[in-house]
């Protein structure tokens, strides 16, 4: 089982910069013993101009047997000579995506101390396999790479090159090659659709699958025109694990939408009315809204659910009276962005203990939610189709159960006062839908009387006497016998 990554260089930018991205030196070869095998990483040629780095898998099929990994191929169980005589010492599959992610794992994950700029510039890059299984043939290779960036040539390989007669086998020759990628990516793209390509795994699907899958395809699976595709297979087809996986991807794409274009939006309208002053950018107008009902309710602990680049997370941070701000987003990247955003790495440990960011979706229950003063939902519930509603408002409402909730959303009326924006658009091009008064009143009402929480609601922005304001705020509080119950079983607890 082969693989090769070439890249081209000059004096300034030498190719041989591939050992420090690959953190495997040139001049040595390299070997890793795997449970299946030994994997090697040796350079057919490295000087400035050019540098390739081979992956050589030596597949122990006897080995996968023995430790109960040699039935991933789904033939029949009596089938037992399949154990030991089949494609994989030869050809590229799981085992090559595993074993790309453990010999090149900081390389995959776009780390390098010694040349940290060169691991965030994309690469000439090029890639060659020998052998690759593709179920689906050069046609799929190509709509599963060429929306990566990448130029594919993917050849069938004859079943006999002397029987031509016989036609093509599953096998294709693949070489890929990008001006436009980093070797972080490519490596990504390289364990996620190997396997995929394949249709199948030498090792047990769990769940934690679903999490790998997620952390490799940051950035380009959600958007992905294949995506079901790849999901389906890369999980062997389990079809609650392709589930969870695809609503997680939902939400990723939901959350990783700009929100700048809404706030360009805000100010642009906002420049439109504009006079002798400058007017307040919405953005600002809603963060300062929150922080005030916050206060209200006498808050101490808040939650930010889809905080986003953390900009609300940042004002919060400054007003002494939050002494523990959570922010939850189920996009590492835009946590990355969050993290940059408060200088987590810079802040003094007293500061640094009132704030905390973790990745989590609001679709599923989390226990880490639990026993906060309040949650924060500025502007999420409009990027969820509505059939997925019920489930963020029970992982809120239903089991996290702050005693404070505020939800933000667009009011649809006032979009006619805003003449940069067609008649009928929504304010963003990922909303899935947008309120009017009435309708977001009666989802409020409804959702604060199955879970006893009383609701009003509170305009944010200039209140026009005809549309109303242009952002609409439900401020959710728990009721007294509810809360009074919640008090109890949080004693017990404790």
């Known amino acids: 089982m082969f693989l090769t990554i070439s890249t081209t260089g000059d004096?300034?930018?030498?190719?041989?910069?591939?050992?420090?991205?690959?953190?495997?030196?040139?001049?040595?070869?390299?070997?890793?013993?795997?449970?299946y095998g030994t994997a090697h990483v040796l350079y057919p040629e490295a000087d400035a101009l050019r540098c390739t780095a081979a992956l050589l898998l030596e597949v122990d099929a006897v080995a996968l047997v023995r430790k109960g990994k040699g039935k991933g191929r789904g033939g029949?169980?009596?089938?037992?000579?399949?154990?030991?005589?089949?494609?994989?010492p030869y050809a590229a599959s799981s085992l090559l995506a595993v074993a790309l992610s453990?010999?090149?794992?900081?390389?995959?994950?776009?780390?390098?101390?010694?040349?940290?700029?060169r691991a965030a510039q994309p690469l000439p890059l090029h890639v060659e396999i020998p052998a690759l299984p593709a179920r689906g043939g050069p046609m799929l290779v190509r709509r599963l790479f060429e929306p990566l960036g990448w130029a594919v040539t993917a050849e069938p390989v004859a079943l006999d090159a002397e029987f031509p007669e016989w036609g093509d086998s599953r096998y294709v020759r693949l070489a890929l090659d990008s001006e436009a990628l980093t070797l972080a990516e490519a490596l990504r793209h390289l364990y996620v659709l190997l396997p995929v390509l394949d249709d199948a795994k030498h090792y047990w699907v769990a769940s934690d699958e679903v999490d790998k899958l997620l952390r490799a395809g940051e950035g380009w699976l959600p958007g992905h025109p294949e995506q079901k595709l790849i999901t389906s297979r890369y999980l062997s087809r389990r079809w609650s694990l392709t589930r969870e996986?695809?609503?997680?991807?939902?939400?990723?794409?939901?959350?990783?939408?700009?929100?700048?274009?809404?706030?360009?939006?805000d100010n642009a309208v906002e420049a439109e009315t504009e006079t002798e002053e400058k007017p307040t950018p919405l953005a600002v107008l809603r963060r300062d809204a929150i922080i005030e009902a916050l206060h209200a309710s006498g808050a101490a602990r808040v939650l930010d659910l889809g905080c986003g680049q953390g900009q609300l997370v940042q004002a919060l941070l400054k007003d002494a009276r939050f002494t523990e701000i959570v922010g939850v987003d189920v996009s590492m990247r835009a946590l990355t962005i969050a993290s940059r955003r408060l200088k987590l790495d810079r802040m003094g440990e007293r500061q640094a203990s009132r704030v905390k960011l973790f990745q989590g979706s609001l679709a599923y229950t989390d226990k880490r939610l639990k026993g906060y003063d309040a949650a924060v939902l500025s502007e999420v519930v409009e990027h969820l189709d509505l059939p997925r509603l019920p489930a963020l408002e029970y992982a809120v409402f239903g089991a996290a159960r702050p005693r404070t909730v505020l939800v933000t959303t667009p009011n649809v009326e006032y979009n006619v006062r805003w003449e940069s924006l067609p008649a009928g658009h929504?304010?963003?091009?990922?909303h899935r839908f947008e309120w009017t008064r009435e309708e977001f009143r009666t989802w409020a009402r409804a959702v604060a009387e199955r879970h006893g929480y009383d609701v009003e609601f509170v305009p944010v922005g200039p209140d026009d006497p005809e549309v109303?304001?242009?952002?609409?705020?439900?401020?959710?509080?728990?009721?007294?016998?509810?809360?009074?119950?919640?008090?109890?079983?949080?004693a017990k607890a404790a």
């Not at 591939?18 to 890793?32: E, M, V, W, Y």
């Not at 453990?102 to 700029?117: D, I």
């Not at 242009?470 to 079983?489: I, L, S, W």
Request: a negative charge; one cysteine or more.
């Open 76 to 88: 029949a169980p009596d089938a037992a000579l399949a154990q030991y005589v089949n494609d994989r």
């Open 11 to 35: 004096e300034q930018h030498p190719a041989t910069d591939l050992g420090f991205l690959l953190h495997k030196h040139p001049d040595r070869a390299f070997s890793a013993n795997l449970s």
């Open 102 to 117: 453990s010999v090149f794992s900081s390389a995959m994950k776009g780390v390098c101390r010694a040349r940290p700029e």
């Open 426 to 430: 929504v304010r963003h091009g990922d």
């Open 245 to 265: 996986a695809m609503e997680r991807l939902e939400l990723v794409r939901l959350a990783e939408a700009d929100d700048s274009e809404v706030e360009d939006i």
């Open 468 to 490: 109303g304001p242009p952002t609409q705020m439900a401020v959710f509080e728990m009721g007294a016998t509810v809360r009074k119950n919640v008090d109890v079983k949080e």
